[in-house]
């Protein structure tokens, strides 16, 4: 079984940071690509960051020069973070992460989700 457990959300008031980590467990293999995403009330889930094995990052348009994306390859869990700075009430969603990962060396590459953890920017 694996899992995926975010941590760091909370309320946080426009202009101020968060720091959201994600940790990965279980019978895993290998871990790939890593990413947030989120997802406001009635709107689809959007992607926020990714960040791959190597280091490289993406980023959405909206979280440019504010989000910064990074994870630990060196640590068990394989932690995936995202740095929050300036925040604005649109930044306000549920947060996920999520893992592109193999549960074997033979094994297909399937996506794993986190529970998600709840981002409120206050006006």
């Known amino acids: 079984q694996v899992q995926l457990v975010e941590s760091g959300g909370g309320l946080v008031q426009a202009g101020g940071s968060l720091r959201l980590s994600c940790a990965a467990s279980g019978s895993i293999f290998s871990i790939h690509t890593m990413a947030w995403y989120r997802q406001a009330p009635g709107k689809q889930r959007d992607l926020v960051a990714t960040?791959?094995?190597?280091?490289?990052?993406?980023?959405a348009d909206s979280v440019k020069g504010r989000f910064t994306i990074s994870r630990d390859n060196a640590k068990t869990e394989n932690p995936v973070y995202l740095q929050m700075n300036s925040l604005k009430p649109e930044d306000t969603a549920v947060y996920y992460c999520?893992?592109?990962?193999?549960?074997?060396?033979?094994?297909?590459?399937?996506?794993?989700w986190g529970q998600g953890t709840q981002v409120t920017v206050s006006s």
């Open positions: 960040v791959t094995t190597g280091g490289s990052t993406t980023y």
């Open positions: 999520s893992a592109d990962l193999r549960r074997g060396a033979a094994s297909a590459l399937m996506t794993y």
